[in-house]
């Protein structure tokens, strides 16, 4: 017997010690605070019913515990008769009862603040593809003044063990969201494909991308810095690699940022009547190539056969008829993971990756692929 | 009754079960048709386990070291399906054959030759639902869950196998369940009115009228699915005019009863185990019935609480925040009704209690975990993370799948008539014990730190949780060798048992000799007030 209580003492102690190492290193295990009204409301309601619990825990598992150890055979406990009490029965149904009315209070209250989504200062619009995201600036009519993919750049040497991870190893990307601070800024979240969910635990949202639907999101940023999140709907392959990542930034020098993506816009857009060299073709198709294709295609153009063909050596990427791979690349193909790159990139990067794909590797299409045959096979297409 | 049928009775109390590979084929006899569900869980849940430890040793370090993200999703896809429709629910199923009959007094399931065709669809089913990993395409890789249009427009080929094997498994389901329900309501013996069955047979009973009514509605949403894909229907394709959530509102009303489908026979178990072992009746046998009728009705009014980051009205957050919070006032009950049979009782250790003990506490934490996941706005940030993970987890593995250990070493040596080796289960239950807490607990810190849950790969921060989470999950997953162990070499060679096996033992199977007779109860047996619950 007292072998028992040994146990049970050195159980208590080794508990009580493991809670003190959580409690020490707590900021690693808790869910975080984050950086809007919004996300430390959350992470008060979080905290509030995480005590709640631990409160009802005490009680059962200390009751159960005292029971295990005090109501043992083996002590010689002999069991009472007792299998009923109506007045026990109606006391744990109406005090769970008044204590789920008391959390349901503060946590409507949150939710409303949550879906309170007027009065914004700007709207992004955040549109999830197989596997990247899009931010759209929208002007006060809700057109698109500018826009850009956000796709994940760490190594796919790093995925491979193959070099030493980063610090920010799968939460980096080429474009980050950019929103200023202390401004409301509204999101309205859909896909271009199947569903994803965008979120950013810093600021304490989170909405599924729904193909067909707009959701809406909001948040006012308090602190200017980096804030990470990842895709949090399961989308295919690489659900686990379209990080998302936004970049607060105090007003004035988002205001200059934006400024500057606006001149950029314009000149991208002259660019689609410009006529490029076979190297600058290669150069820039090569970097749309590596963000958009390898995931797939795979970088030296094998492919993962047979889910997704290998682009080296195939008839489509090396035939005479241009038109075949135009239309592949631009419309996608029905019932594959073969997108529709058409409504994601524009004449001159579609020129630039098809250039690429037809002369990379061992193909050599011998042509030359300019934005004007590309934008002349989309208008005759319409 | 006339006198022929008497005399056919008589004929049947004579012969024992055929020889050889014919008696399983063909038996109707529902302990064969028990034994074989068992056996056949357990092998889903060996398969279904090393996909598990597939994922988990992928998980143990970030970077991708064993398999690729296509195969990845195969694995979790199929570790999910494989878990829930071939270990859990067959194992429960399994046991409601062996048991009902004998606690309510009955020869038979009510339904024999049905009860063989529901056993013999699965293996077919779990066939073909595992051939397509060795496709070309390869198997499901849309998670268990399977939201369109992941799992339609963009999903594999074989998805349409998928949906077949599903047909199957919901076929094998529904007769299952009407069997179970005809059986319960009308084979009873004389004295065996309906608040005097063991809770067992009540949440079991409760349970087949949750599976009759929403099975169909899965079979309705894969036919959805099956004519999207092959006859150019747009139930859930956006594009078409239809609604990508329509798809998961079906899959939810389907799912959420699905999910007390796996726990509440569970309840029903361990209601049995603890009073044996505690020496003292069930606390609140008629609150124990009423809650988990209330359970199950709520059960059909939370659903989209799977579904808050959907994007929803508000009105509809709330609605389904409120109900989902009402659910912890029904399995409070439950518990305190479980510690309230423990306190003061004449406690002992038998394995069957160790696993009973840590289902009522480690079932608890699952519970508080779902009230959080409940506060909508707190939802937002554990939603899709490995918090839930490990908040299910906590419910069907601790929950679920240890009340089924639980079953099978407490009834085991009425079904063989021999002794299990009490040291050696004590044994895989500290290993499962420990097992499954360094599995499952350090995945609330992962989730509230912030990883996504189905990902094949992972930002550093999250390294040294999924590691401890991997260790863990090769501990739980080996010892369960150990349990295959002690159960054969129970059934080759344990000491004979006694026919009440365990001092306190209450009900009607206890009444009967052990080994169990191949026909019991051919002449109904009386009710004593000792034998009936209370």
Redesign the interface.
């Known amino acids: 017997m007292p072998n028992v209580n040994k146990n049970w003492l050195q159980g208590v102690v080794g508990f009580g010690l493991a809670l003190l190492a959580v409690a020490t290193r707590a900021d690693?295990?808790?869910?975080?605070q984050g950086v809007t009204a919004?996300s430390r409301?959350?992470y008060d309601?979080?905290m509030l019913?995480?005590w709640?619990?631990v409160v009802?825990?005490i009680g059962?598992?200390g009751?159960?515990a005292w029971?295990?150890i005090n109501?043992?055979?083996?002590r010689g406990?002999?069991?009472?008769?007792?299998?009923?009490?109506t007045q026990?029965?109606i006391l744990?149904?109406l005090i769970?009862?008044l204590i789920?009315i008391g959390?349901?209070f503060p946590?409507?209250q949150?939710?409303?603040q949550?879906?309170d989504t007027g009065g914004e200062d700007m709207t992004v619009e955040v549109r999830g593809y197989?596997w990247r995201w899009q931010y759209k600036y929208l002007d006060d009519d809700y057109n698109s003044t500018f826009g850009f993919f956000s796709s994940l750049t760490t190594p796919i040497d790093?995925?491979?063990?193959r070099t030493v991870?980063g610090?920010?190893?799968?939460?980096e990307v080429d474009n980050p969201l950019r929103i200023p601070i202390n401004r409301k800024v509204r999101f309205l979240?859909t896909s271009e494909?199947?569903?994803h969910?965008w979120?950013v635990?810093d600021f304490?949202?989170?909405?599924?991308a729904?193909?067909?639907?707009l959701?809406?999101l909001w948040t006012i940023v308090e602190e200017p810095g980096i804030y990470r999140?990842?895709?949090?709907?399961?989308?295919?392959?690489?659900?686990?690699?379209m990080p998302i990542v936004v970049e607060a930034l105090p007003e004035a020098e988002y205001d200059a940022w934006y400024a500057q993506r606006l001149e950029l816009e314009a000149a991208r857009k002259q660019a689609l009547s410009q006529t490029f060299s076979a190297d600058e073709l290669m150069a820039q198709g090569e970097e749309i190539y590596n963000t958009f294709c390898t995931s797939c295609h795979m970088p030296n153009g094998k492919g993962?056969p047979?889910?997704f063909p290998p682009l080296d050596g195939s008839d489509i990427a090396t035939g005479p008829r241009r038109a075949d791979h135009f239309a592949i690349v631009i419309n996608g193909k029905?019932?594959t993971?073969m997108q529709a790159f058409g409504r994601q990139l524009d004449a001159a990067q579609l020129a630039a990756v098809i250039h690429y794909e037809r002369h990379a590797w061992s193909n050599n299409a011998g042509d030359i692929i300019q934005p004007s045959d590309i934008v002349e096979f989309m208008s005759g297409q319409q | 009754m006339s006198e022929a049928v008497v005399e056919v009775h008589a004929d049947h109390a004579d012969h024992g079960p055929a020889k050889g590979l014919t008696r399983w084929l063909f038996t109707t006899n529902h302990k064969d048709i028990g034994t074989l569900y068992l056996w056949f869980s357990f092998l889903m849940f060996l398969i279904g386990g090393t996909m598990a430890l597939i994922v988990r040793a992928e998980l143990f370090q970030?970077?991708?070291?064993f398999v690729?993200?296509?195969f990845f999703?195969q694995m979790t896809t199929n570790h999910g399906l494989i878990m829930v429709f071939g270990a859990i629910m067959p194992a429960f199923v399994g046991l409601a054959n062996w048991l009902l009959p004998m606690m309510v007094g009955a020869p038979d399931m009510a339904l024999p030759r049905m009860n063989n065709l529901s056993f013999w669809i699965l293996p077919f089913a779990f066939s073909l639902m595992i051939s397509t990993l060795f496709m070309?395409?390869?198997g499901p890789?849309?998670?268990w869950t399977f939201?369109a249009?992941?799992s339609t427009?963009?999903a594999?080929d074989t998805v349409t196998f998928f949906i077949f094997s599903l047909h199957m498994i919901g076929a094998s389901s529904i007769m299952g369940s009407i069997n179970i329900i005809a059986t319960i309501l009308n084979m009873r013996a004389p004295g065996m009115t309906l608040m005097r069955m063991p809770l067992f047979v009540w949440t079991w009973l409760i349970t087949a009228y949750l599976l009759l009514a929403v099975m169909p509605v899965l079979a309705g949403a894969v036919t959805m699915m099956l004519f999207d894909i092959h006859f150019g229907t747009s139930f859930f394709n956006?594009?078409g005019g239809g609604?990508?959530?329509m798809f998961q509102h079906i899959f939810w009303f389907f799912g959420h009863p699905e999910v007390y489908i796996m726990i509440l026979p569970a309840f029903g178990i361990v209601s049995q185990i603890i009073p044996t072992f505690?020496?003292?009746?069930?606390?609140?046998?008629?609150?124990m019935v009423y809650a988990v009728a209330s359970i199950a009705f709520l059960s059909f009014i939370v659903w989209a609480h799977h579904m808050f980051?959907?994007?929803m009205p508000?009105a509809g957050?709330?609605f389904f925040?409120?109900s989902t919070?009402?659910i912890?006032?029904p399995t409070?009950?439950k518990?305190?009704n479980w510690?309230?049979?423990?306190?003061?009782?004449?406690?002992?250790f038998e394995t069957p209690m160790l696993f009973a003990?840590a289902f009522?506490?480690l079932f608890?934490?699952g519970g508080?975990?779902g009230?959080?996941l409940a506060?909508?706005?707190?939802d937002?940030?554990y939603?899709?993370?490995y918090f839930v993970v490990a908040h299910f987890h906590y419910v069907l593995v601790p929950g679920a799948l240890f009340s089924i250990i639980a079953a099978v070493y407490y009834w085991l040596p009425k079904w063989c008539g021999k002794m299990y080796d009490e040291s050696l289960g004590k044994l895989h239950f500290w290993l499962s014990f420990i097992g499954v807490n360094i599995t499952f607990f350090p995945q609330h810190?992962s989730g509230?730190?912030?990883m996504?849950?189905?990902?094949?790969?992972?930002?550093?921060?999250f390294a040294d949780f999924n590691m401890v989470s991997s260790i863990g999950a090769y501990i739980f997953g080996f010892s369960q060798l150990l349990f295959l162990y002690v159960v054969i070499k129970t059934i080759r060679s344990g000491r004979p048992a006694t026919a009440r096996v365990w001092e306190a033992a209450h009900g009607l199977e206890w009444t009967l000799p052990s080994p169990v007779p191949y026909h019991t109860f051919t002449t109904p047996p009386k009710i004593t007030e000792a034998e009936a619950h209370?």
């Open positions: 690693e295990l808790n869910m975080t919004i409301a959350v309601l979080h019913i995480f709640v619990c009802s825990g059962v598992f009751m159960m029971s295990l109501h043992r055979k083996s406990h002999a069991a009472a008769q007792f299998h009923e009490s026990m029965e744990w149904t769970p009862v789920l959390m349901a946590a409507t949150v939710l409303i949550m879906y197989q790093q995925r491979h063990n991870k610090e920010n190893y799968l939460l979240v494909d199947v569903i969910a979120w635990p304490g949202i989170k909405r599924d729904v193909p067909g639907m959701n809406e999140g990842q895709c949090t709907e399961l989308c295919g392959k690489d659900h686990g690699f993962v047979p889910v029905t019932g993971a | 970030p970077g991708m070291q690729q993200p296509e999703n070309e395409e390869g890789n849309f998670g939201y249009p992941l427009e963009y594999p956006a594009a609604d990508p959530v505690s020496r003292k009746p069930l606390f609140g046998y008629d609150s980051t959907v994007g508000i957050q709330l925040m409120y919070m009402l912890a006032v409070g009950v518990v305190f510690v309230s049979t423990m306190w003061r009782g004449s406690i002992t003990i009522v506490a608890t934490i508080f975990s009230l959080m506060i909508t706005p707190a937002y940030q939603h899709d993370t810190f509230l730190a912030g996504p849950r189905r990902i094949p790969d992972y930002a550093l921060q209370s």
